[in-house]
């Protein structure tokens, strides 16, 4: 049963720490999406990859977050300096694109506090 | 701009009712238009899933009515029960370019009271 998976599941940590979350998509998916999801906001699109390469991290804020694929197992969303604003649940997603666009697998997410 | 535009926020509705949930989009470029399920604690997960040549998609208790030319679609769950309680997000996807993924809504809390 292919799945996506998340780690850590849960993550505290005070303003201006580094955090790294990690994630290992499907194996023959091509394209991984981070999303941030807060009550107030819903679901953001925060970055996305196609065979590895950074398509599009518009959804960002730049000078804070960095998202990496090393390799097709590993994807990486990295924020330094951590904010209190950063407090959120973030998933990561993978799927098969365009043929299966419509069809995003989830992961169980990163629950993230910043104190 | 890209966007779907979901309501209600919420939704109670008692148990073996139809709960409603609509959606209207802009870009005519859309050309799927999914649904999908959260439970707390848990990642959105695919529901179901309509084309927008097709008017009616059933799958058990879950149907999408999708109207072309008023640019809505919405998911009804007949006969709904305590275990149908989650966030329901609509979402549209566009092979041709874009985002390349889903553009989502902002989801629907709903609860089934016993």
């Known amino acids: 049963d292919a799945r996506v998976t998340q780690t850590p599941r849960h993550k505290v940590t005070e303003m201006g720490q580094e955090v790294t979350m990690r994630c290992q998509p499907i194996l023959g998916h091509n394209t991984v999406f981070w999303y941030r999801q807060t009550m107030m906001q819903g679901l953001e699109l925060l970055a996305y990859?196609?065979?590895?390469?950074?398509?599009?991290d518009s959804g960002m804020p730049k000078d804070r977050f960095s998202a990496e694929m090393p390799d097709a197992t590993l994807a990486t969303l990295k924020i330094q300096p951590s904010e209190p604003r950063d407090s959120a649940v973030y998933f990561c997603?993978?799927?098969?694109?365009?043929?299966?666009?419509?069809?995003?697998?989830f992961g169980p997410g990163t629950r993230l506090t910043v104190t | 701009q890209q966007q779907v535009k979901q309501s209600p926020q919420s939704l109670i509705v008692q148990k073996g009712g139809i709960s409603i949930i609509n959606c209207a989009y802009e870009n005519t470029a859309f050309d799927y238009f999914p649904w999908y399920q959260q439970f707390p604690g848990k990642g959105p997960a695919l529901l179901i899933a309509i084309r927008p040549d097709v008017s009616e998609k059933k799958e058990g208790r879950f149907t999408i009515s999708f109207n072309k030319s008023a640019k809505q679609f919405s998911l009804h769950i007949m006969d709904s029960q305590p275990g149908d309680s989650a966030t329901y997000f609509c979402a549209a996807s566009w092979r041709g370019g874009g985002a390349d993924g889903l553009t989502f809504g902002k989801g629907t809390h709903l609860i089934i009271q016993p």
């Open positions: 990859f196609r065979n590895r390469a950074p398509l599009d």
């Open positions: 997603a993978s799927g098969l694109v365009p043929e299966r666009s419509y069809e995003q697998y």
